[in-house]
């Protein structure tokens, strides 16, 4: 049956000669995989600028209960992102979210709450012109509330990630994590290059412990040379 949702897309890959299959997360129906026949070719339906991460999508799509790989029927993008694919630093943090998406979101059902978390999440990164440099952070404690193990206090990260062979934590630093915790997207917490870096690694490990198979993100590293401001 056909079926009207808004997706989120989360990452493709390459399938035979032209076609890919793509990795969404859509509203009505959680987590999907599509193939899209003949995309990487010229003479394709769709263009390939709809498939890249992070891009916000209307979509028509075949489903089926239980159903393993399903196709489009149609597909448009609905909230053109136009700062993150053209800004150095914005698509380095979206490539990062793409990769906390492809392991963190793993549920095959609706849940509409988090889509539209995730929905408004994007469209806040791309239309900040100053003071994102914290918004991964920011963006990971956040979601980490819709997972269901969202800290209320650094010391509680602090604790849990001891296995980890912590090193020695400075009390600045507690204070700023405890400041990121309690604060909103659109408010600026000021941090050092080095103070973010870190609290960035704390909280990654603290994902590591709580969703399975997290593991190391080929992202972070690029996205420690960016987070500075």
Do not use: W
């Not at 053209?86 to 509409?112: D, H, P, Q, T, W």
């Not at 509680?156 to 700023?176: C, M, P, S």
């Not at 917490?189 to 609290?199: F, M």
Request: glycine residues 4%.
């Amino acid at each position: 049956m056909l079926f009207k949702t808004r997706g989120i897309v989360i990452n493709y890959i390459r399938f035979k000669e032209t076609s890919i299959i793509i990795k969404i997360y859509t509203e009505e129906f959680g987590l999907q995989t599509y193939i899209e026949n003949g995309a990487r070719s010229s003479k394709g339906k769709n263009k390939m600028a709809l498939f890249q991460p992070l891009t916000l999508l209307d979509l028509v799509v075949y489903h089926r209960e239980g159903g393993n790989i399903m196709r489009l029927s149609e597909i448009k993008c609905c909230d053109p992102l136009t700062d993150v694919p053209y800004n150095f630093m914005k698509s380095g943090i979206a490539l990062f979210m793409s990769e906390v998406f492809n392991k963190a979101l793993k549920e095959e059902s609706s849940n509409e709450p988090l889509f539209e978390f995730l929905y408004q999440s994007i469209l806040y990164l791309d239309q900040q012109t100053e003071h994102y440099e914290n918004f991964p952070i920011q963006f990971l404690l956040s979601f980490a509330q819709y997972l269901g193990f969202a800290p209320s206090e650094a010391r509680e990260v602090f604790a849990q990630i001891e296995e980890f062979q912590l090193l020695n934590y400075a009390k600045e630093d507690e204070e700023r994590f405890d400041k990121l915790i309690e604060s909103p997207y659109h408010k600026h917490v000021p941090l050092t290059n080095g103070q973010r870096r870190r609290i960035l690694e704390y909280v990654l490990l603290f994902y590591r412990l709580h969703v399975d198979n997290f593991g190391e993100l080929r992202s972070v590293s690029v996205l420690r040379e960016m987070l500075v401001g």
